[in-house]
């Protein structure tokens, strides 16, 4: 089973985001926005595991997220990966990486890795993807996109307490994917 460890949004945040995405569909850009309840912050990708490591992994999410405090995260700007050159996609993120998360996130591969699960080579980078690039975009194009992002986005309030961590089975379809909640974990409370 195919499957990732992510922070679920508030229906607010996703809404605002779901309406930045309307505003920018106007545009004849291949662009596949990510569906409204799609909307997620990734905290670690487990790519295709045996259904039987399951309750192991949920052992080590847990042993995690009982010591690490709940947080307060601030989206509030706009990004591309990897680079506005070759630009495949589009998020919202933050400046004010919250230590919590940045722990979170790098307790995950250390304890995952040992459980077998391979280690992400990049360093995280806390951002929720609202849109993947089918095929690249003159520079001129997307530099309007990040603006209108940044315009749309100016005096939305993007903070959010976030309060647990869910465990998520990603199915690949032809309508792209669906995601089902597996379990969650509570963070201690702060
Ligand atoms: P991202 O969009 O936040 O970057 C569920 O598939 C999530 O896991 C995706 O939204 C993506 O996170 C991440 N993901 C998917 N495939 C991946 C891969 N091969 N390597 C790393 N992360 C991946």
Redesign the pocket.
Known sequence: M?A?I?IELPVEIKNSLSRIQEKLKIEPLKINW?KPQNL???LK?L?DIPPKQLNEIKQIISGITRITSGFEIKLNTPGV?PDMAAAR?I?IGTDQLPLELKQLAEQLEIKLAVSGIPR?EKTFSA???IGRIKSLLLLSDLEKVIDKIKTAAAGLNWGFDCKKVTL?E?TLGPGG?A?TVLDQFNLKIA
């Open positions: 195919r990732f992510a990510v997620h912050l990734t990708f790519g990966f996609i998020w992400q951002h929720i993807t998520f990603s994917p995601y």
